[in-house]
C-alpha cells in the first residue's frame, strides 16, 4: 500500500477542504494568515507523522508542520500543500523522581507547566500557555526560569524525530549528537520532533510582578537607572521595561522563587524617578505562565519585528524615548533582559546564538481590522528601525518578513556553516524548508 493509500488510516485524522474541522484545523494565531492546504493531516502517532512525509514526498507536496500555530509568517500552512497537524500529540508525562517531562511534540507550554507545577517543578517555557513547546523550543526559547536555569533548548536532554526519509531516530548528545546540537535553536529545519525529554527544576509555586509607571518625560533617566539595575540583579529576577500606547514607560522585573526575596528590589525601581503607578503582584507560576495569553485566541491580526541588544547604551535609549514623541499612533515596544545561565552556556554548544544578548527588544500591534493592515505594519517597521543602529542580532522565534538577511543576524557564520552541514546530512533536498530557512548546500532533486 502507498503512503498516499495509507493517509486514510491514521491514527488521528485526515482532513481535505469542506470537511468537518478544516478551517479551524487551518487557523492559526495570526489571523492575517488564510491559507488552504490540500490536505491536513491530524498526526495522532509518530507513524502518523512517518506516513504524512512519505505521502506529501509521493505527491510532490511542501510540508508544513503546526503545533501552537504562533509563527507570526504563518508558515504551518502550507497552500495547496500537506499541513502535518501535530496538535493531537498533546500528552505530557512527568517523572517527579527523575525531574524529567517526556513532552509530546504537539503539547501546549501551559500543558507542560501544569504537569510539571503539581510536584513545584518546571523547566524554561515562554509567556503565552497556548504557544506550541515545539516551535518555542527548537528557536531557543526564552522564559522568566531561564536567567536561572538556561533556554528551553538547554533543558532538552533528547529529542525523538521523523526525519525527511521517514525515518524515526532519537537525538541526544550519544545519539546523532550533530542533529541533537542543531535541533536546539536550529528551528524546524531537520524533521519533525514528535517528542521532547525535557530537564525540570525545583522551583516551588510562587512569582512576583514588579511593574512601575512612570511620565514620558522621565523615561530616559528611568530606562537608565533600569539598566543599570540589571546588571546586578539576582538571576531569579528578570527585568522587564517598555512602552504601550499611553505617553509613559514601564520598568520593572518578574521574580520566580520566593516573592519576600524580590521584593528586596522594589525600593531600587521605586527610586528611579517619580512613579505614576505601581503594580507589585504576588501570584503563582501557573498564572504567571498564562497572564499574557491573548483573551481573543486566533482572531487578531498581528505584526512584529524584533531585535538583540548586546548593549543598551544612553544613545539607544534616547532613540527608544524619541520614537514615542509623537502623536501617531504607535505599537508596544517591550524589552526584556537576558544574561545569567543564558550566557554561561559555551556559544559552541548550542545552535542558539547571540547568548551575550543583555536585552531582547520587541515591538508588536495587534488589531481586527484588514483595513489597517498598511498603516499598523508601518508603524512597526518605523519602530524598530529607531533602535536598528544598536542593535547586535535577532531571535530566530521573531523572525518575520525580514527575508534571507534574517539567518545571517540569527545565527554566526560559524554556527550557520555547521547548521548547513546538519541540514546536508538530514535533508539534503530541502523538504522541511517552510521554516525560517536554512539551506542545503547542494540540494537534491
Known amino acids: 500500500m502507498t503512503a498516499v493509500a495509507m493517509m486514510d488510516r491514521l491514527d488521528g485524522q485526515l482532513l481535505r477542504p469542506g470537511d468537518d474541522g478544516y478551517d479551524q484545523a487551518r487557523t492559526v494565531w495570526n489571523a492575517r494568515i488564510d491559507r488552504r492546504p490540500r490536505l491536513i493531516a491530524g498526526c495522532a502517532t509518530a507513524r502518523d507523522v512517518v506516513t504524512a512525509i512519505r505521502a506529501a514526498r509521493e505527491l510532490d507536496l511542501e510540508i508544513g508542520v503546526r503545533c501552537g500555530g504562533h509563527g507570526i509568517g504563518g508558515l504551518a500552512v502550507p497552500d495547496g500543500g500537506l499541513m502535518i497537524d501535530l496538535t493531537r500529540m498533546g500528552r505530557v508525562r512527568v517523572d517527579p523522581v527523575r525531574r524529567r517531562a517526556l513532552v509530546q511534540g504537539g503539547a501546549l507550554l501551559g500543558a507542560l507547566d501544569r504537569a510539571a507545577q503539581r510536584y513545584g517543578l518546571a523547566t524554561t517555557a515562554g509567556n503565552v500557555s497556548h504557544t506550541g513547546v515545539g516551535g518555542l523550543t527548537l528557536g531557543g526559547g526564552m522564559g522568566w526560569l531561564?536567567?536561572?536555569?538556561?533556554?528551553?533548548?538547554?533543558?532538552?536532554?533528547?529529542?525523538?524525530?521523523?526525519?525527511?526519509?521517514?525515518?524515526?531516530?532519537?537525538?541526544?548528545?550519544?545519539?546523532?549528537?550533530?542533529?541533537?546540537?542543531?535541533?536546539?535553536?536550529?528551528?524546524?529545519?531537520?524533521?519533525?520532533?514528535?517528542?521532547?525529554?525535557?530537564?525540570?527544576?525545583?522551583?516551588?509555586?510562587?512569582?512576583?510582578?514588579?511593574?512601575?509607571?512612570?511620565?514620558?518625560?522621565?523615561?530616559?533617566?528611568?530606562?537608565?537607572?533600569?539598566?543599570?539595575?540589571?546588571?546586578?540583579?539576582?538571576?531569579?529576577?528578570?527585568?522587564?521595561?517598555?512602552?504601550?500606547?499611553?505617553?509613559?514607560?514601564?520598568?520593572?522585573?518578574?521574580?520566580?522563587?520566593?516573592?519576600?526575596?524580590?521584593?528586596?528590589?522594589?525600593?531600587?525601581?521605586?527610586?528611579?524617578?517619580?512613579?505614576?503607578?505601581?503594580?507589585?503582584?504576588?501570584?503563582?507560576?501557573?498564572?504567571?505562565?498564562?497572564?499574557?495569553?491573548?483573551?481573543?485566541?486566533?482572531?487578531?491580526?498581528?505584526?512584529?519585528?524584533?531585535?538583540?541588544?548586546?548593549?543598551?547604551?544612553d544613545a539607544a535609549i534616547d532613540a527608544l524615548v524619541a520614537a514615542r514623541d509623537t502623536d501617531r499612533p504607535l505599537p508596544a515596544v517591550s524589552l526584556q533582559a537576558y544574561g545569567g545561565a543564558i550566557a554561561a552556556v559555551p556559544g559552541e554548544d548550542t545552535a542558539f546564538s547571540h547568548r551575550e544578548t543583555m536585552f531582547e527588544y520587541v515591538t508588536a500591534t495587534g488589531w481586527t481590522d484588514p483595513g489597517e493592515d498598511d498603516e499598523r505594519v508601518a508603524a512597526v517597521r518605523r519602530s524598530a528601525a529607531a533602535i536598528e543602529p544598536f542593535a547586535g542580532g535577532l531571535y530566530v522565534n521573531v523572525v518575520n518578513d525580514e527575508g534571507p538577511s534574517a539567518l545571517r543576524r540569527a545565527y554566526s557564520p560559524g554556527q550557520l556553516a555547521r547548521l548547513t552541514a546538519v541540514k546536508n546530512a538530514y535533508d539534503p533536498g530541502n523538504i522541511f524548508h517552510l521554516n525560517h530557512n536554512i539551506r542545503p548546500s547542494a540540494p537534491t532533486p
Open 146 to 313: 531561564a536567567r536561572q536555569y538556561g533556554l528551553a533548548c538547554d533543558n532538552v536532554v533528547s529529542f525523538e524525530v521523523v526525519t525527511a526519509d521517514g525515518d524515526v531516530v532519537a537525538a541526544s548528545p550519544s545519539e546523532n549528537p550533530e542533529l541533537f546540537w542543531a535541533l536546539r535553536g536550529g528551528g524546524g529545519n531537520f524533521g519533525v520532533v514528535t517528542r521532547f525529554d525535557f530537564r525540570l527544576h525545583e522551583i516551588g509555586t510562587r512569582a512576583l510582578s514588579a511593574d512601575f509607571s512612570f511620565p514620558l518625560e522621565q523615561a530616559a533617566a528611568v530606562l537608565r537607572g533600569w539598566r543599570d539595575l540589571n546588571v546586578t540583579a539576582p538571576r531569579q529576577a528578570t527585568f522587564t521595561a517598555g512602552f504601550g500606547a499611553e505617553r509613559s514607560v514601564r520598568a520593572g522585573f518578574v521574580w520566580v522563587g520566593d516573592p519576600d526575596q524580590g521584593r528586596r528590589l522594589l525600593p531600587a525601581l521605586r527610586a528611579l524617578g517619580r512613579p505614576a503607578a505601581e503594580h507589585v503582584t504576588e501570584l503563582s507560576y501557573l498564572d504567571l505562565q498564562s497572564r499574557d495569553d491573548t483573551p481573543q485566541g486566533h482572531a487578531g491580526r498581528r505584526y512584529w519585528k524584533g531585535h538583540y541588544l548586546h548593549t543598551l547604551p
